[in-house]
C-alpha cells in the first residue's frame, strides 16, 4: 500500500490512493486498525510533478511502523510514475506506449466491464437480471482487449527473415488477405481483402509468406479508417524489411455505411492504395500490380 506524508493538497488531485482517514496530512507510522478508517483521494495525472514536490512517498504495511529501508525516494517514485505515464491513452489506431503486460490486460478489462455496465444503465437495459446479457459486460471487454484492439495493447508479430540467396528483385504479389477491423467513427466492423505486392532488395532479406497476413491482422485490430490502415502496414513493412518498392491495396466494406446512415449495400466497397520506391515511380510495376490483384480475387 502506498503512504503520503501530506504537507499540503486539495482534495481535487485524481487517481485512487488509498490512506487512513486520521492521518490526512499528517506523517504515517504506527496506524492501528486503519483499515477501518480510510478515505480516498484523487490524484490528477496533469499535476502529478507539482504533487512529487509537496508530498513524501513510503511503502509498507498500513500497520507496521516504516522503517528507512522502506522507504522510496521521490527520485525512484518518479521514475515509476513516468513508466506507468508512459503507457497512458493514445489515438484508437496507435498502440500504446510500452505495450500492456497481460495483468495490465486484466486490469482494463475489469475497468472496461464495469464502464460497460455504466453504458447498460445508462440505456436502461436490466443486464443484471436479463439471461442473454448477464456476462456481456465482461465478455465484450474481453473482445475489444483481446481481440478487437488487441493491435493497441501488444507488440507487433516478429518477423521471421530469409536470406535472398536467388537475388530476387522481381514484383511479388500475396492475397487476398482478410481485413477485419473497426471504423473510428462508428465502432462498425470494416471487412474485405488486402493484396501486398514487394520488391525485394536484391541483396535484402526476404520475409515468410504468413508474415504479411500476420501484420494486416495485427494493425486492422484497431480503431481505424482504411486510409490510414494502408499507410501503417506500409511503414512497417518498409521499416523493418527495407524492400526496393512496395504496393498495400485494401478492397473494404464499411458497416457505418451499409447498416446505419444511408444503409448502402453490401455491394459498395472501398479501394485504398498506397505505393512505396520503385512501386511508386513504375508505372509498368504499378500496372502489374494491379492486374494480379485482379487474377488473385476470389
Same mark, same amino acid.
Given at each position: ?182 471504423? *473510428? ?101 504499378? *500496372? ?11
Amino acid at each position: 500500500m502506498l503512504f503520503l506524508n501530506i504537507r499540503n493538497f486539495g482534495q481535487d488531485y485524481s487517481r485512487m490512493i488509498c490512506l487512513p482517514a486520521s492521518s490526512a496530512g499528517q506523517s504515517f507510522g504506527n496506524h492501528k486498525n486503519c483499515d477501518r478508517h480510510r478515505t480516498i483521494l484523487w490524484l490528477n495525472q496533469a499535476i502529478l510533478t507539482d504533487l512529487f514536490n509537496q508530498i513524501e512517498i513510503t511503502m509498507g504495511h498500513p500497520c507496521e511502523t516504516i522503517t528507512g529501508s522502506m522507504m522510496m525516494s521521490g527520485q525512484a517514485m518518479k521514475s515509476e510514475m513516468a513508466a506507468l505515464q508512459a503507457k497512458t491513452s493514445r489515438f484508437g489506431n496507435e498502440a500504446v506506449d510500452g505495450f500492456l503486460t497481460e495483468a495490465e490486460r486484466a486490469k482494463v478489462m475489469a475497468d472496461a466491464a464495469v464502464k460497460l455496465e455504466e453504458l447498460f444503465d445508462v440505456l436502461r437495459i436490466d443486464h443484471r437480471n436479463d439471461h442473454n446479457m448477464r456476462d456481456t459486460p465482461a465478455r465484450v471487454a474481453k473482445m475489444y482487449v483481446e481481440e478487437i484492439l488487441r493491435g493497441r495493447f501488444v507488440p507487433p508479430p516478429a518477423i521471421t527473415e530469409f536470406d535472398n540467396v536467388e537475388q530476387c528483385d522481381q514484383l511479388i504479389v500475396t492475397g487476398p488477405i482478410d481485413v477485419r477491423s473497426t471504423c *473510428a467513427h462508428h465502432l462498425m466492423p470494416i471487412y474485405g481483402e488486402c493484396y501486398i505486392g514487394i520488391v525485394p532488395s536484391p541483396d535484402g532479406k526476404i520475409i515468410g509468406l504468413s508474415k504479411y497476413d500476420r501484420l494486416v491482422d495485427y494493425f486492422s485490430s484497431r480503431f481505424q479508417i482504411q486510409e490510414e490502415l494502408v499507410k501503417q502496414i506500409e511503414r512497417h513493412i518498409v521499416e523493418t524489411t527495407a524492400p526496393r518498392g512496395l504496393a498495400i491495396r485494401i478492397s473494404a466494406v464499411h458497416m457505418c455505411k451499409t447498416h446505419r446512415g444511408i444503409r448502402a449495400s453490401h455491394d459498395a466497397r472501398m479501394i485504398t492504395t498506397t505505393y512505396y520506391g520503385c512501386m511508386a515511380e513504375d508505372r509498368d510495376l504499378k *500496372a502489374e500490380f494491379l492486374q494480379e490483384c485482379v487474377g488473385l480475387q476470389r
